[in-house]
């Protein structure tokens, strides 16, 4: 059930956010949560995983604040199912992307996120890598995210 989120935690999520994502959130929007999701006027735009506060994908398709890697039109239907991204699908990878940094999952074909996931290594030793686990699917399109 969603909540107005106080003006003192609205505040401080919003710090949160800048800190963690450089990005300036309007103070006038309206911040709700509901259970682990906060909704920024009525839309899902982030939600905490393992204690960690991520942005939804609905709203990096309207804010572009993370880095991403690109998989190939075969990797996207497993990604798209909640696969994690193996070394063999991705096809380009932003430059400095740190072990445990949260992207964005992209297809080569339309350039659109469609999943957020964990690097489990850094972007040199991806491109290094010739097979195995790249990246830890967090979040993707028709999930229970998705789908609030």
């Known amino acids: ?63 572009d604040i993370l880095k991403k890697i690109t998989v190939d039109m075969g990797a996207v239907k497993f990604v798209a199912q909640g696969a994690d991204i193996m070394r063999p699908g991705i096809t380009k990878i932003d430059n400095g992307i740190k072990k445990d940094e949260i992207i964005a999952v992209v297809d080569e074909t339309h350039g659109k996120p469609f999943a957020i996931g964990k690097a489990l290594f850094p972007a040199e030793e991806i491109r290094a890598m010739g097979s195995g686990r790249a990246i830890r699917n967090i979040h993707y399109a028709g999930d229970e995210i998705w789908n609030i």
Not at 3 to 16: G, H, L, P, Q, T
Not at 23 to 51: M, Q
């Open 1 to 63: 059930m969603k909540k107005a989120m106080k003006s003192r935690d609205a505040k401080e999520f919003i710090e949160k956010a800048r800190e963690k994502f450089s990005i300036e959130l309007p103070k006038k929007d309206r911040y709700e949560t509901d259970e682990s999701i906060v909704l920024i006027n009525n839309e899902p735009a982030f939600f905490y995983h393992e204690n960690e506060l991520l942005p939804t994908l609905k709203f990096i398709l309207k804010n």
